[in-house]
């Protein structure tokens, strides 16, 4: 089947010009985490346009760095994830390397093993740890690179990478056009791209490899410091409930009750597979206005100074919206607001709107839900 | 003495210009600089060590035309001791990208000599790229630091800092890069804002002060053109009374299965 789509693609695709270059098929690079399967269910699409294969190296690890105490979030995606997802060979990693704040021996790793292999294009998610790691990687193998993109596609008329990236947090996109150099290197963001299907009946190769771990860095950990707030960070939670000044002091109290009720009802319908309150799906945040009155924690900060979210759905409750918090929201899938004033710039960017008083509505749904 | 240097970049103030989705255009009311708010963060950390430490020199590295130079004077003007603005008419014509902007500022760094820290924001408001750093860090050899938010203690040969969940210590030299929430930035004093431009000391580089050549800078990527996002279709109020309202709002998020 799979030879057979590449001579289709390679058949189909007359006009593409032969490989120039050495490097070839499409590399993922990917932790355990969810995110890992959209990456290359994009890598996928680009491969069906260049007749090349979709090799996935896989880190064991991830999400559990990002839930230090709690259980972990979720077990994380076994090969045959990447597989129906779209990979046609996977390399795990075998040994024990740690995910942690120092990248210097992971990039190492990668970087001889990649140097080796010669890939064309080398995608992956926008991540934190994914932060750290791809700029130096893209150096040590002198390919060009763009980070935090939302789309990526191939300019057919020389086989080069065309991605395009939000500028001004998605004020507007810039479209960055590769060189005919390669390794070509793209890190997408994730949030808004929805999970691929998985199809199980897909075929593809599993090998583990060594990652070469001779280098130790110069980099120490010395111990813990104070662990992030939310482990779950509200760039990630899949419902946002947020508040702003319309609610008043006491009404944003009963924020967190909503946000913990609509998470329960989430992870009840299997949504989440971590149960812990503290890393729940739901997560309260607040605007601007409520950040400097003390509610809440800038981790908690929906605007441009604190955190851009692409949650499946967010309820803004007296939130009037102003600019800095609309940038914000604006991958959000689903966005609910309820406000006093009727002409608030909130109700343009929403999908259903409520025009009443922000307390009683929330009043109301803790006794629906 | 120890040498900080804190990498500024200067970016258009987002607040000068509105994007018109329909029309596809930028409209730039007011073509306004501003230090990027991350830099400004990281020139925060360097000047609380200047204010702990008695034997330290913040310099300001800036990137770019010779407005850049202002973004250097501001610095100085907030505490640092001098700047550095790296800038040659013919990197105009070049259009760099982050590629070549690392290989700039490593010869820059190299000439300034013996310089201890390295601090960076995180990522830059316009491009929100943050892959600077890492490309420095790899040009030079030196250590990286990502996402810093304390110094808890330097030295002539060591420096220890939070990340995240972590203490981390590296040796120096090394870069650090400073996220928006390390800390809140201080504010300028008038009267030193002004005498910046008269006392300040600002050195320009160019290409041959720092021995490259324009081949060696050759972009990897380049700006393809502009797009912009689709214009957001008016969602629909919900009528009637509030309990109708919140039944019939539930009722809806149930059927798109989003709660």
């Not at chain 1, 590399?27 to 996928?44: F, H, I, M, P, Y």
């Not at chain 1, 077990?75 to 740690?98: M, N, Q, Y």
């Not at chain 2, 407005?67 to 100085?76: G, N, P, T, Y």
């Not at chain 2, 924001?121 to 490309?135: C, I, K, N, Q, Y």
């Amino acid at each position: 089947m799979e030879d057979f789509e590449y001579l289709q693609a390679l058949m189909g695709g007359e006009e593409l010009p032969e490989r120039i270059t050495e490097h070839r098929d499409i590399w993922v690079l990917t932790d355990s985490g969810k995110e890992g399967l959209k990456v290359v269910n994009q890598a996928r699409v680009l491969a069906e346009t260049l007749g090349a294969r979709v090799q996935v190296v896989l880190i064991p690890g991830g999400p559990l760095a990002a839930c230090p105490e709690d259980k972990p979030m979720d077990k994380g995606i076994e090969t045959s994830d990447l597989i129906a997802a779209g990979a046609d060979r996977v390399h795990v990693s075998s040994g024990d390397i740690v995910l942690n704040g120092d990248a210097e021996t992971i990039l190492n790793g990668l970087s001889i093993y990649l140097e080796e292999v010669k890939p064309e294009f080398v995608l992956c998610a926008d991540d934190w740890w994914g932060r750290g790691v791809v700029p130096r990687l893209a150096q040590r193998l002198g390919a060009g690179l763009a980070t935090r993109c939302l789309e990526v596609s191939i300019n057919e008329s020389d086989r080069t990478l065309v991605a395009v990236r939000p500028v001004y947090e998605g004020e507007y996109y810039e479209v960055m056009n590769f060189s005919p150099h390669w390794p070509q290197m793209v890190s997408l963001i994730t949030a808004p791209l929805s999970q691929p299907y998985l199809d199980r009946y897909r075929a593809g190769e599993t090998e583990s490899f060594v990652l070469d771990s001779s280098v130790t860095s110069g980099v120490r950990t010395l111990g813990d410091a104070k662990p992030p707030d939310c482990p779950v960070p509200l760039s990630q939670a899949a419902i946002v409930v947020a508040g702003g000044a319309g609610l008043g002091e006491t009404g944003f109290q009963k924020l967190d009750t909503l946000a913990s009720r609509l998470g329960t009802a989430l992870s009840a319908a299997g949504a989440s597979p971590c149960r812990t309150d503290r890393c729940r799906q739901a997560q309260m945040a607040g605007a601007r206005e409520a950040f400097e009155l003390g509610w809440i924690e800038r981790d908690q900060l929906v605007d441009i100074t604190g955190h851009k979210i692409a949650p499946k759905l967010y309820l803004a409750l007296g939130i009037y919206g102003d600019v800095m918090h609309s940038a914000s929201i604006k991958d959000a899938k689903f966005v609910v607001a309820v406000h006093a004033d009727p002409d608030a710039p909130i109700f343009a960017l929403a999908d259903l709107g409520i025009v009443a008083n922000p307390v009683e509505v929330i009043d109301r749904l803790l006794s629906v839900l | 003495m120890l040498k900080v240097v804190v990498a500024i970049k200067q970016i258009l103030n987002p607040s000068g210009f509105t994007v018109n989705r329909r029309r596809e255009k930028i409209f730039v009311n007011r073509e306004e600089y501003i230090i990027n708010p991350a830099d400004l963060n990281a020139l925060e950390m360097a000047l609380r060590l200047k204010d702990e430490y008695d034997n330290m020199e913040v310099m300001a590295l800036g990137l770019g035309p010779a407005r850049v130079d202002d973004a250097l004077r501001e610095a100085i003007g907030r505490g640092a001791d001098s700047g550095v603005l790296i800038s040659d008419p013919a990197l105009a014509d070049l259009k760099t990208d982050t590629a070549g902007a690392a290989r700039l500022i490593a010869a820059a760094l190299k000439k300034i000599d013996d310089v201890g820290l390295v601090l960076c924001g995180t990522s830059a408001l316009d491009s929100g790229a943050g892959e600077l750093p890492g490309r420095l860090a790899e040009v030079l050899g030196w250590s990286l630091l990502a996402e810093v938010y304390k110094i808890d203690e330097v030295d002539d040969e060591t420096v220890n800092v939070s990340q995240r969940a972590v203490r981390l210590e590296a040796g120096l030299p090394a870069i650090l890069t400073v996220p928006r929430y390390a800390n809140q930035p201080r504010y300028i004093y008038g009267v030193r804002a002004i005498n910046a431009y008269h006392e300040g000391k600002v050195v320009t580089w160019g290409l041959e002060d720092l021995g490259l050549v324009p081949d060696d800078l050759e972009p990897l990527i380049r700006l393809g053109g502009r797009r912009f996002p689709p214009e957001r279709a008016l969602g629909t109020r919900l009528e009637g009374s509030l309990e109708e309202a919140v039944d019939s709002l539930v009722a809806q998020l149930k059927a798109n299965e989003l709660i």
